[in-house]
């Protein structure tokens, strides 16, 4: 799989993954989000890879303190074969090479494969509670 920055172009692919993968959710606006993720130098989305197929995405984002993952997805039809927890370990390095050594990700609480996965790779529940206040109406 070859990895890359996101550009623009790809956000049809980008955007067809996360709805395969299932990641999407219809109170996203997914364009937003990509633009707002390309933006600034303190969040970039990577993607994954194979063919020239767009299989991976990871947006990632640093507050100077901690990094964030979001809309991690692998497509259905590649699942099992590593790439998710390749994408994943290109975002740490991402964070890594920007001097942050924490990461935090939210996983919905019905999501029990997306925990073990994480689990898998050396994440663990802080048993922090996420609070959210829409500030601006999409």
């Known amino acids: 799989m070859i ?3 996101m550009c623009l172009s790809d ?17 996203n606006n997914p364009v937003r989000d990509i ?13 994954g890879e194979l063919d020239g197929i767009v299989v991976a995405s990871i947006m990632c984002g640093e507050d100077g ?3 964030w993952f979001y809309y991690v997805s692998t497509h259905p039809n590649h699942r099992g074969k590593g ?5 994943t370990a290109a975002a740490e390095d991402w964070l890594r090479a920007r ?3 924490k990461v935090n990700l939210l996983v919905r609480g019905d999501n029990a494969q997306a925990v ?3 689990e898998g790779q050396g994440y663990m529940d802080t048993h922090s509670v996420c609070l959210q206040k829409v ?3 999409v």
């Open 65 to 67: 303190h901690r990094g």
């Open 83 to 87: 790439l998710g927890k390749a994408i």
């Open 99 to 101: 001097g942050i050594w």
């Open 135 to 137: 500030i601006e109406p």
């Open 11 to 27: 956000q049809d692919a980008v955007i067809a993954l996360w709805k395969a993968a299932g990641v999407f959710r219809e109170w």
């Open 3 to 5: 990895y890359r920055e």
């Open 35 to 47: 633009e707002k993720a390309l933006e600034g130098e303190h969040s970039t989305i990577l993607i």
């Open 116 to 118: 073990s996965f994480y």
